[in-house]
């Protein structure tokens, strides 16, 4: 229904930053709430942060909180994942995925319909 496109990995040194950003296009609806996740090469995909529609609900997993923050511009239908103090463990291909329309807020995978195909974030001493 929605297509969304991974943009702004790359690599970069320990403690560097990275801003990726999640165009939707397509079937896009106004109350859809985004994710990013991430998977690294041996492990499953895990979630990292998500935020409401309107922006009123975010969540971090742990292992991010204080160092990555996400927004969105609904009038671009984008979504952003700055990435600050980055560390080896944050390599990773990134995710960004959209749930269905008038959904409640959720960070469950299952409730995420529509994934882009990542982009890749490598982070090295």
């Known amino acids: 229904q929605v297509q969304l496109v991974e943009s702004g990995g790359g690599s970069v040194q320990v403690g560097g930053s990275l801003r990726l950003s999640c165009a939707a296009s397509?079937?896009?609806?106004?109350?859809?709430?985004m994710g990013w996740f991430r998977q690294a090469p041996g492990k499953e995909r895990e979630p990292v942060s998500a935020?409401?529609?309107?922006?009123?609900?975010?969540w971090y997993a742990a292992f991010v909180k204080g160092r990555f923050t996400i927004s969105r511009d609904n009038a671009k239908n984008t979504v952003y994942l700055q990435m600050n103090r980055l560390a080896l463990e944050d390599t990773a291909v990134y995710y960004c995925?959209?749930?269905?329309?008038?959904?409640?807020?959720?960070?469950?995978?299952?409730?995420?319909?529509?994934w882009g195909r990542g982009t890749q974030v490598t982070v090295s001493s």
């Open positions: 397509g079937r896009t609806f106004s109350r859809i709430h």
């Open positions: 995925a959209a749930t269905r329309d008038g959904s409640d807020f959720d960070i469950r995978p299952s409730q995420y319909d529509s």
């Open positions: 935020i409401s529609w309107n922006g009123d609900n975010i």
